[in-house]
């Protein structure tokens, strides 16, 4: 059963460390995405990938934010340096084309 | 910009009961709209998943209707259970496919009274 996988599930850290967020795309999908969930915003887009090139990291703040994919089995979301208004809980999803996306289940980040 | 708008923002309804959950938007030109459910600390769960061509959707106890020139979309459940308990979110993909992103709405919170 092809699941996207994201490491961790849960982090604590607090104000000014650099965090990283680890996402493995379901072997085959050529498109991996970033999202972010707040109550406030609901799920917001920060980046996306196809064959492992930035299409789009419009919805990212520049300055503190940076996504890449080092290889098709990797892709990784940081964070430096982190603040409180990024707790969130922050979703990885990969796609086999443009049609559907595929959840992972989620890295919660908690910035004291 | 695209906005997406889900109503209720909650809803709970005794057990058995058909309901009925929306979603409008603003911008027509979507080449497709997806129905999730997201469980408490959950990822989302693709329920449906309709071409702009398309009108509705259906799987097992739940239809999904497309109207992209009003800019609207309803999640029907049928024979409401307690599993069904969770909130669902409506998400829309612009024009051009591609690789773009979904645009959430915030989500119906549903909870199913046994």
């Known amino acids: 059963d092809a699941r996207v996988t994201q490491t961790p599930r849960h982090k604590v850290t607090e104000m000014g460390q650099e965090v990283t967020m680890r996402c493995q795309p379901i072997l085959g999908h050529n498109t991996v995405f970033w999202y972010r969930q707040t109550m406030m915003q609901g799920l917001e887009l920060l980046a996306y990938f196809r064959n492992r090139a930035p299409l789009d990291d419009s919805g990212m703040p520049k300055d503190r934010f940076s996504a890449e994919m080092p290889d098709a089995t990797l892709a990784t979301l940081k964070i430096q340096p982190s603040e409180p208004r990024d707790s969130a809980v922050y979703f990885c999803?990969?796609?086999?084309?443009?049609?559907?996306?595929?959840f992972g289940p989620g890295t919660r980040l908690t910035v004291t | 910009k695209q906005e997406v708008t889900q109503i209720p923002a909650a809803l709970s309804v005794p057990e058995g009961e058909n309901l009925v959950l929306n979603c409008s938007f603003t911008?027509?030109?979507?080449?497709?709209l997806q129905w999730f459910r997201q469980d408490p600390g959950k990822g989302l769960t693709s329920l449906l998943l309709?071409?702009?061509?398309?009108r509705e959707q259906t799987s097992g106890r739940l239809n999904a209707s497309l109207d992209k020139s009003s800019g609207r979309s309803t999640l029907y459940i049928a024979a409401s259970q307690p599993g069904d308990s969770a909130t669902y979110l409506c998400?829309?993909?612009?024009?051009?496919?591609?690789?773009?992103?979904?645009?959430f709405g915030k989500g119906t919170h549903l909870i199913i009274q046994p």
């Open positions: 998400a829309v993909r612009p024009r051009g496919g591609g690789a773009d992103g979904l645009t």
């Open positions: 999803a990969s796609g086999p084309s443009s049609y559907e996306q595929y």
């Open positions: 911008d027509s030109a979507i080449y497709n």
């Open positions: 309709i071409q702009s061509s398309q």
